[in-house]
């Protein structure tokens, strides 16, 4: 599970790769905890691996999925500005 905290509001939202269903969940933080999980990302095959990294430069954080099965990457950007942290 990977954790990443916006700027803007200072909330933590955590990403976590799901191996069965081939997707990663995303869990929206409150200031209470979690609230909400949004919609998974479908990725690959076997997702075992997750990053968050600004991986184009727009000081936006980005998902990275490594997917065990198909051997290959999952991709998806984020459209708030964050810092990452495990």
Do not use: H, W
């Amino acid at each position: 599970m990977m954790r990443c905290t916006f700027r803007s509001n200072q909330e933590s939202t955590s990403v976590g790769p799901n191996i069965a269903s081939n997707d990663v969940s995303v869990f929206l933080g409150g200031r209470a905890g979690f609230r909400s999980a949004g919609s998974p990302l479908l990725t690959g095959t076997g997702p075992t691996a997750i990053a968050l990294a600004d991986l184009n430069g727009d000081g936006k954080a980005d998902i990275i999925a490594g997917n065990s099965g198909s051997g290959d990457l999952s991709i998806y950007s984020l459209f708030a500005s964050a810092r990452t942290r495990d």
